[in-house]
């Protein structure tokens, strides 16, 4: 089994936050769904589980942050091209999201965006050529 990854987010309302996240591109996994949780799955291994403030802190004691005046983690999706960078930011904002809350980065081999969920939660989307990151990587290293 591959190593996967489940980012857990506490929401305010599960309803809209299931319906925004579709609307970025996630898929509604109605086997881990209740009326306090909702499994939304990006690919075969990164999922994200939607959780009311209640059962949120169940898992912990920790105080729930506003995600809107505070961060605790910037969550990043790779995507295929730039153009799906873009396509996914502008979902995002259609879908309620706020747009571009950090800066976009163009560095020629890497493009980056972002979007805040409704709760604040700013995810990253990033697209990078690979062969041409490392290419700038060696030749900074040998400068």
Not at 82 to 105: S, W
């Amino acid at each position: 089994m591959p190593q996967m990854i489940f980012v857990n987010l506490p929401v305010t309302d599960l309803e809209k936050s299931i319906a925004f996240y579709q609307a970025v591109g996630a898929v509604k996994d109605e086997r881990f769904c209740d009326g306090s949780a909702a499994m939304m799955t990006f690919s075969d291994t990164i999922s994200v589980m939607l959780l009311t403030h209640e059962r949120f802190s169940q898992f912990t004691d920790r105080r729930i942050v506003d995600a809107h005046t505070s961060a605790q983690v910037l969550n990043c999706l790779s995507r295929e091209s730039r153009n799906h960078v873009d396509e996914t930011a502008e979902k995002a904002g259609t879908a309620g999201g706020r747009v571009d809350p950090c800066p976009p980065q163009e560095y020629g081999f890497m493009y980056g965006r972002s979007f805040a969920d409704p709760d604040g939660h700013i995810w990253e989307l990033a697209w990078m050529d690979v062969e041409a990151a490392m290419k700038a990587g060696q030749e900074m290293a040998d400068a």
